[in-house]
Nanobody, 123 residues
């Protein structure tokens, strides 16, 4: 069992930056792939970024590539998402998720989810 708690969301102007953090507790964090997803009102939850447990190999959605950076600290049981050059289309609730099945872009492959943190980008 893994418990995930996100933090760092907020309101920012377009072009600004935010750093989201996800703190994990419970089972062995280092053996899970970690992902960030987001969901805007009226839309499906979509993949943002993921990082493997071994070698921290990363994957990004095309819409955020070059602007967002995912990282993890197995020593601190945390995963972060640095978001730069934010645009209004990035506005959503952002969720942290953990997967026993390896890194994936599919929400269904993730076993545990946080409660989400709101990110709002004003134009």
């Amino acid at each position: 069992q893994v418990q995930l708690v996100e933090s760092g969301g907020g309101l920012v102007q377009a072009g600004g930056s935010l750093r989201l953090s996800c703190a994990a507790s419970g089972s062995t964090f280092s053996s899970y792939a970690m992902g960030w997803f987001r969901q805007a009102p009226g839309k499906e939850r979509e993949f943002v970024a993921a990082i493997t447990w071994f070698r921290s190999i990363t994957d990004y959605a095309d819409s955020v590539k070059g602007r967002f950076t995912i990282s993890r600290s197995n020593a601190k049981n945390t995963v972060s998402l640095q978001m730069n050059s934010l645009i209004p289309e990035d506005t959503a609730v952002y969720y942290c998720a953990a997967s026993r099945n390896g890194s994936s872009r599919q929400p269904g492959e993730y076993n545990y989810w946080g409660q989400g943190t709101q990110v709002t980008v004003s134009s």
